[in-house]
Nanobody, 117 residues
Framework: QVQLVESGGGLVQAGGSLRLSCAAS????????MGWYRQGPGKQRELVAT???????VYADSVKGRFTISRDNAKNTVYLQMNSLKPEDTTVYYC???????????WGQGTQVTVSS
């Protein structure tokens, strides 16, 4: 089992920045790719960014050039630096970790990000 604990959400004005953190604990050796997803009310959960243990990244087109995902393997923590935030970035952000052998996905509890115009 893997536990994910997120932090860093909050309220920010448009154009501002926030940094999300997600600390993993438990069976860390069973995960490779970690990332962030977001989900608004009545919407499907969508990918924001992912990063593998060797540093390969994937970003949603909507956040390219504004968000940066990084990972500290020694601390089992993944970060999402969000710059130039827009009101449409407002939603709940979820940390994700995937077991590459079983493809089982672990999820954090979610953290709210609100961008005011």
């Amino acid at each position: 089992q893997v536990q994910l604990v997120e932090s860093g959400g909050g309220l920010v004005q448009a154009g501002g920045s926030l940094r999300l953190s997600c600390a993993a604990s438990g069976s860390i050796s069973s995960i490779n790719r970690m990332g962030w997803y977001r989900q608004g009310p009545g919407k499907q959960r969508e990918l924001v960014a992912t990063i593998t243990s060797d540093g390969s990244t994937v970003y949603a087109d909507s956040v390219k050039g504004r968000f940066t995902i990084s990972r500290d393997n020694a601390k089992n923590t993944v970060y999402l630096q969000m710059n130039s935030l827009k009101p449409e970035d407002t939603t709940v952000y979820y940390c994700n970790a995937e077991n590459p052998w079983t493809h089982y996905n672990y999820w954090g509890q979610g953290t709210q990000v609100t961008v005011s115009s």
